[in-house]
Nanobody, 115 residues
């Protein structure tokens, strides 16, 4: 199955950092990772950050100044550098990608931030 694959989640204390990666499994050149979402228990999935083909980035207000989205075009990989993590950042983080013009989701990676 063609889908992006996330990695880099884990458990950290508040104030710590994590770096998430999203790589394309299967036919690498056909998948274009474009955004990170997250879903906390009992909450709806929300957009965290996205990166346009131009390199322009957008962030949720709650993560501005702390998270940075980037990508390696040559390797078709997207990253999310998360600094100064807070307990409210605890969630499953999902990579959202385009397979051609079709949306595809990764399985998610858990981030747990303890106070």
């Amino acid at each position: 199955q063609v889908q992006p694959v996330e990695s880099g989640g884990g458990s950290v204390q508040a104030g710590g950092s994590l770096r998430l990666s999203c790589a394309a499994a299967g036919r690498v050149s056909s998948i274009n990772p474009v955004a990170w979402y997250r879903q906390a228990p009992g909450e709806q999935r929300e957009l965290v950050a996205r990166i346009a083909p131009s390199g322009h980035t957008d962030y949720a207000d709650s993560v501005k100044g702390r998270f940075t989205v980037s990508r390696n075009k040559a390797q078709n990989t997207m990253f999310l550098q998360m600094n100064d993590l807070k307990p409210d950042d605890t969630a499953v983080y999902y990579c959202f990608a385009l397979y051609g013009s079709s949306p595809v989701w990764g399985q998610g990676t858990q981030v747990l931030v303890s106070s």
